[in-house]
């Protein structure tokens, strides 16, 4: 049975916006109408924190779908980092900002999660911080940590994995809706 796997980018959140590393769980303001415009699915797969503003009986909280962990960067600005600190985080997959996770980790995190996807229903849903929604992709893909820096999910789009025996990559950032 062939499925598909529609993740849609939620938009970035307001802090993120003016260069601030959001809190721990924050959930985005979600756009008028954004619920309305998703596509049908079987199952809603959503980080924990986007569960409790959308209904939790609407869907299925998965922590695997949280945003990478930043640890003590939590709500600094990223101006306030240090810049060596900085250029790991960009330049490293295995660096994590003290206290926090890797890139390599959130793809490890999120690439167990779509291996355990059970073979049914066909159509599901996640909705999730662009960055995981990059790690799925890579982790479909078969890639690494190094390749987080090389694809590009923009917050609102749209990407869609497809797997008949493995996972496969079948649109990558599409405009959403």
Do not use: Y
Not at 14 to 25: N, S
Not at 59 to 83: F, I, Q, R, T, Y
Request: hydrophobic fraction near 50%.
């Amino acid at each position: 049975m062939n499925q598909s796997l529609t993740c849609i980018a939620l938009p970035a959140p307001d802090d993120l916006r003016r260069g601030v590393i959001p809190a721990r769980d924050a959930a985005p303001t979600l756009p008028a109408g954004f619920m309305d415009t998703l596509p049908p699915a079987d199952r809603l797969f959503v980080p924990p924190a986007l569960s409790h503003a959308i209904g939790p009986t609407a869907c299925e909280a998965v922590p695997a779908l949280n945003a990478a962990d930043m640890g003590s960067w939590h709500g600094l600005s990223l101006k306030a980092l240090p810049p060596a600190d900085l250029a790991r985080w960009v330049g490293d997959a295995s660096f994590a900002p003290p206290g926090g996770e890797s890139r390599d980790s959130l793809l490890r995190r999120a690439g167990a999660w779509l291996a355990a996807l059970p073979a049914t229903p066909a159509r599901m849903l996640v909705l999730a911080d662009a960055t995981t929604i990059r790690a799925l992709a890579i982790a479909a893909l078969g890639g690494d940590g190094a390749m987080m820096t090389r694809l590009d999910i923009a917050p609102l789009t749209r990407t869609v994995l497809t797997r008949h025996a493995t996972w496969r990559l079948a649109t990558s950032g599409a405009p959403w809706p």
